[in-house]
């Protein structure tokens, strides 16, 4: 570990405050027109964290404008003005003053040199009334009496990256931020190391020494928030990562009461994460990039990389599993820099082997809108694809959210991670020689029968061929070891197509589904919902983490999903009242997203046929999921500019009609608790709207709570959806606009069917530029 106490003397500490015998003008935060910042006087932030004023580091003659923590007793100076000009001739005299044309800052010496000014253009804007304005994050703003910042220090930082600023590209205008290491001790001139955002390759951080990459950081994987807590103490940073189609920055915040922390670039080429300890009164290092020797850019060569501690607790070079030093005599020697080189030439058709936990390699191409398979596929196609790794960057605010690496040639800086540092690792896919590769990775000869059940060619084998599948085949007997030989303990659910068990698998809760052994429709089932849902990746579908083949047993392995099934609450006269009608709601419109997604939004067209309350899954925030794929359908929509033709699902719509009444009353819709005269819910909850009496069917353990307009906006929604016509039912994008923004003119519903129907030969391609009077709306979804 190196979250040690290191005590750092780095470049801030060596300093001390130059104080003239001037008198001190009385503190203020701002510096306006006509006001001048002389040396013994100081600006301190109205919070009295900051001060800003002129210092001299110990080895140097020179005087420097710096802004430092005010309630650190040792000098900590955050940034420096003049790194490059610092007063030398009768200090007294120099200060900082607001220029004539009163928008930029300007520091001149006794002699009436600008040795630093800020470069504000006005550009047209009135900039009368501008001031400087310290603001007690550390941050000196230039500002218009509008609050418009002009300029302001944490967009020119100088070595420390302060809570607050963002570090990052901005694509707009093609701009990156770095900050940049002192020189030496005491010596606040620009020294060789920087740290930012790889504008090459901004999913990565790096330090340079001078032009060459001297550290790089892990690969973001996607969190939005990463909380990283002080070694023994109660404080916290949170770091988060903004990534949009115009910028990517890295941001942190600090929690409540926590002390001053930052990262300072070290003019040795170390980033600190630094604390202030009152108990040791000095400044604390919490992390240290690179964290090892081997951690260096590049250290162990092609192939290699920096591992773990062997015996007297030295990170090394290793070469990857299947490869062997390049040069074994200055391999021993402790020369890695020649790598590593493959046992075995890989070829094309190869397999891909496994690596947990790496820190991946630099040089990836980034290749857009893939989903896990689809990156899996088209890195093995492609010969000079060498390797790839897959994350969702779903937290992102991008239009295309996947996250498909793939590298060629030479793969260089690689670590093994060992995640208890707060480090991020990822499981590396690297093109390997020979199938028993892939068989050893990947759970002995179960990937190998798994892949020949499900390569049998029909509808799907031909859209999807099993070999493009990037999936985690399980050994039989580890789910066997996981539900206590399936035991009637570990058993949760007992469903048509079979059981489902709890276990932990690999250290993740998960669902296990056993479909039932002699059951032929279980082995289309399965490999039906095996490669859709690896296809289909969405935060209100549930997810698949597994499956396993092994003679007639076939197993399904899921997320695990805390609360159950919706209908094991809904329909449970206890346990119905824990879902209030924001919870339900919530839970209708997530359906209804996951629902849309599968309809439109995927890449594939799908249908799901058998969506029902006890195939929604609910997490423990009660977010729902659809589950259950096995009587879904793929549609192939050929249409490659357009929105002309599209399939609609009204079997779908349907279903979601009846879910929607069926949350709102908490009955089944095949419920015999109504009059005798309606044959089922939605018959009943028809007659109910026609009378205009439709607020008796709302569940009686949330009538006094619910809001009635979003209730009877369910209601309506839920009839227009189960009506018997199929071309009067509204498309799901349809049903999301209006569960979204509400309505208040929606058509009358009319009759509804009267069967639950599952009319799988009239599902039929519907052309809605033609046929549908949601067409508008349509567009407008569109447009957005
Ligand atoms: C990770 O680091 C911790 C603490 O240094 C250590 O106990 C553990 O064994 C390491 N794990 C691996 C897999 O190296
Ligand atoms: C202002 O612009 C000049 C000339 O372009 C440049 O040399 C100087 O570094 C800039 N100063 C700052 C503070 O950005
Ligand atoms: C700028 O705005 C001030 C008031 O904020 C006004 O008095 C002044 O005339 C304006 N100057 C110009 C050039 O418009
Ligand atoms: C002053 O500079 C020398 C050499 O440049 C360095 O060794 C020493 O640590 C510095 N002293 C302080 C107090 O910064
Ligand atoms: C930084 O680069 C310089 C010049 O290439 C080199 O002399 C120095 O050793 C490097 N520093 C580190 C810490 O790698
Ligand atoms: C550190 O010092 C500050 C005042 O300087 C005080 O408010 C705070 O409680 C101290 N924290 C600890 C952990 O001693
Ligand atoms: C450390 O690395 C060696 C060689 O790569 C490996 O055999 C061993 O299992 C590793 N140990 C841990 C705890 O990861
Ligand atoms: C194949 O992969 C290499 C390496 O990632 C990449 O440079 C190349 O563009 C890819 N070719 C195609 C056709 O995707
Ligand atoms: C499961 O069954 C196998 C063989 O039938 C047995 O060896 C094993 O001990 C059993 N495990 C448990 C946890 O019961
Ligand atoms: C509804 O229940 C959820 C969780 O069960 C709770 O967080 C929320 O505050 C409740 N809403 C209302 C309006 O009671
Ligand atoms: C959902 O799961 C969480 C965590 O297990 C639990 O605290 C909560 O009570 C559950 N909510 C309902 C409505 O069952
Ligand atoms: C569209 O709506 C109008 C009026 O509401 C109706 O007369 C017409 O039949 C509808 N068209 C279709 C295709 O549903």
Known sequence: ???????????????????????????????????????GATLVSDGGAFAMGFFSPSNSSGLYLGIWYNNVPKLTVVWVADQLAPITDHPSSSKLAMADDSSNLVLSDAAGRVLWRTNVTAGGVNSSGVVAVLVNSGNLVLRLPDDTALWQTFEHPSDVFMAGMKLGIDYRSHSGMRIVSWKGAGDPSPGSFSFGVDPERPLQAKIWNGSRVHWRSSMWTGYMVDSNYQKGGSSAIYTAVVYTDDEIYASFTLSAGAPPMHYLMSYSGDLHLQSWSNVSSAWVTNARFPRRDCSLFGYCGSFGYCGNSTGGGVSTCHCLEGFEPASGADWSRGDFSLGCRRKEAARCGDGFAEFPDMKLPDGYALVGNMNAGECAAACRRNCSCVAYAYADLSSSTRRDPTRCLMWGGELLDMEKVNESWGDLGETLYLRMAGAEMIVKYDGKNNKKRALRVLSVSDEFGKEIPAQDLDFPFVEYNEIAAATDNFSEASMIEKGGFGKVYKGVIGGRKVAIKRLSRCSEQGVVEFRNEVLLIAKLQHRNLVRLVGCSIEGDEKLLIYEFMTNKSLDASLFNSERKSTLNWSTRFK???????????????????????????SNILLDTEMNPKISDFGMARIFEDNQQNGITRRVVGTSDVYSFGVLLLEIVSGSRISSTDFIEDFPNLSIYAWNLWNEGKAKNMIDPSIVASCLLDEVMLCIHVGLLCVQENLNDRPLMSYVMLILENGSNSLPAP?????????????????????????TVTLTVMEGR
Do not use: W
């Open 1 to 39: 570990m190196e979250y040690a106490g290191c005590t750092c003397t780095q470049a801030v500490t060596a300093i001390f405050l130059f104080l003239l015998s001037l008198p001190l003008s009385a503190s203020d935060d701002r510096l306006a027109v006509g006001k001048t910042l002389s040396p």
């Open 750 to 774: 009319n009759r509804p069917a009267y069967f639950a129907q599952r009319d799988i030969e009239m599902e039929q391609p519907r052309d809605d530029t033609q046929n549908s009077n949601n």
């Open 587 to 613: 839970i209708i419109k997530g359906v209804a997203r996951g629902l849309l997604y599968l309809h439109q939004d995927s890449r594939l067209t799908v249908i799901h046929r058998d969506l029902k309350a």
